[in-house]
């Protein structure tokens, strides 16, 4: 029954929440932080050191750039304007407390991994607002698990916010009812989306949700295709660019997405999900090897490919 094309612009819904504290100002925290605060939310991004926040600045700015060309094509002054208007209201901090106990909803991006999260949700369960709305951008993880131990109190306003990279440019946000996720919660989130611009879906709290669902397998069975002999890495890549009309075919966007990430999912999701055992996600050995000898994607500088 929920699902929404056209975003904010077309709907004109207003968000929420007024304050946005997201901890991980890495790929997907920048960008969330860079959306957010572009409609008019006051953001607070949390990271552990100055040199991660630096470097998510350094990107937020450059991403803000592209989209002002687009904006304002006939004026440079307007579009110094608007990247430096939006920055303004992104504080860059990593005093995780005070971010957290001065916030209206709480975002997670930091490492997928379910015991760093769950530290997080400690301490953000010791210090935030009892009213907070707390979401996790998890790629592979259960929305549940993350939350397993919050306290009873909060258990109604917990659930998940995926969205994709990057996210800029990306349209879609999955929004996710967790079994504890009271419908308010699910509302206010949902509408947070539209008010970003985003075309908001609804999803339970299964493995990948609906995107990863169906993209992780189709990546995971082009790696066995090239195991096989069936084909080359590249040939497969043309062949779903040119012949299904995909942005990316699967070696490129396992490369963009992080083969660790997407290794990390297969191998979770294999050895301890409701997936456990299904050959659908099996890891395959290539991408293993690759993880193995360092070969991260586009963000180590080689992956499937090289990019250096
Ligand atoms: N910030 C702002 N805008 C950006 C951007 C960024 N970081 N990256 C790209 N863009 C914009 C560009 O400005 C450009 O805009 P216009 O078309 O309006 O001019 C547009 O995106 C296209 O960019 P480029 O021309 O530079 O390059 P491209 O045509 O090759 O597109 C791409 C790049 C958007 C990444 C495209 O290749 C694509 O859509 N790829 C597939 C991405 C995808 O599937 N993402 C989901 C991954 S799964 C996931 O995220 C979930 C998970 O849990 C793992
Ligand atoms: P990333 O490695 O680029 O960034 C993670 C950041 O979190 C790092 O800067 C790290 O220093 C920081 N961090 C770690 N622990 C922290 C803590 N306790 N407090 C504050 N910051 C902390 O990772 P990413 O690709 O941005 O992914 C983040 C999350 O989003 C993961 O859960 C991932 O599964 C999910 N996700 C990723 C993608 C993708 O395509 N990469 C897409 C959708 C969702």
Redesign the pocket.
Known sequence: AYSSEGGAEKKRVQSPFEKVTIFGSGL?GS?IA?VSATYNHSVKLVDLNETALEKSQK?IM???K??A??KFPESTSDQVKFCEGVISKIQFTTKAEEAASDADLVLEAIVENVEIKRKLVATVDAVAPNSVVFATNT??LKVGDIFANISEARRPNVGGL?????????KLLEVVKADTTSQETFDKMFNYGLSIGKVCVSCKDTP?FI??RL??PYMLEAMRMVERGDATAKDIDSSMKYGAG???GPF??AD???LD??YF?SNGWYTNSELKGNDLVKPPKNLKDLVDAGRFGTKSGAGFYDYT
């Open positions: 997907m960008g860079q990107y450059s991403s803000l592209r989209v060309k687009k790629s592979s995926h969205f994709f990279n990057p996210v800029p440019q990306m990948g995107v990863n993209l992780v995909y942005p990316m490129e966007l963009y997405v992080g990430t997407s999912i």
